[in-house]
């Protein structure tokens, strides 16, 4: 028969052994961080960036609320964002949303109750896309861009394809 203290030895490592994998499998889910956009998903915004991105939400619901995905590749950070805005005269706020745009704006049909596409070039020599539309009293603003002016992956005519399948996302689930 064992001894007393072999039994304590034996259960001590035992619950030592449980303590270490709880611990284990808990560190993967306590590092990744938490993506709650209710617009879009990490996965669907890494495909509409060309790889995988990571995304984080800022601001509180009922409010102004931007989810942020970034894809990083060799020498170019690619990012897409949604701004969503809840306003009491949503027609106004999305013409002032808009200005940012300037002359060259075009209609988009089908995307929400009116909606603009137009460029979003930054000056530091990186392309974008940007969508300004409203869902009822949302007013939302979807930008994807490339810090290189030459992207492989995101050229003009990418960009212009990949907005219009974001406004579709965002609009659509902001129904």
Known sequence: MASNAA????????????VLSV???????????????????????GGLLGGDAVGMKT?????????????QGTGVTRTLR???EIAPEPHARMSAV???C???VLPIK???????????DDRKGGVGERVVGRVRDQVFTITIASTLKVDPILNRDALK??????AEQVAGNLF
Not at 23 to 34: F, G, N, S, T, V
Not at 60 to 66: E, I, K, N, P
Not at 161 to 166: F, K, V, W
């Open 23 to 45: 611990i284990c499998l808990a560190l993967p889910i306590a590092a990744h961080a938490e993506n709650n956009c209710p617009w879009l998903n990490e996965a669907t915004a």
């Open 161 to 166: 394809a990949r907005i219009y399948t974001a």
């Open 7 to 18: 039994c304590k030895a034996r259960v001590s490592q035992r619950l030592a052994l449980l």
């Open 110 to 120: 089908a995307i929400g109750n009116e909606a603009l596409v137009c460029t979003a």
């Open 59 to 71: 601001g509180a619901d009922g409010q102004s609320t931007v989810c942020t995905f970034t894809q």
């Open 98 to 100: 808009a200005q940012v």
């Open 102 to 104: 300037g002359a060259d």
């Open 82 to 84: 949604v701004i969503v």
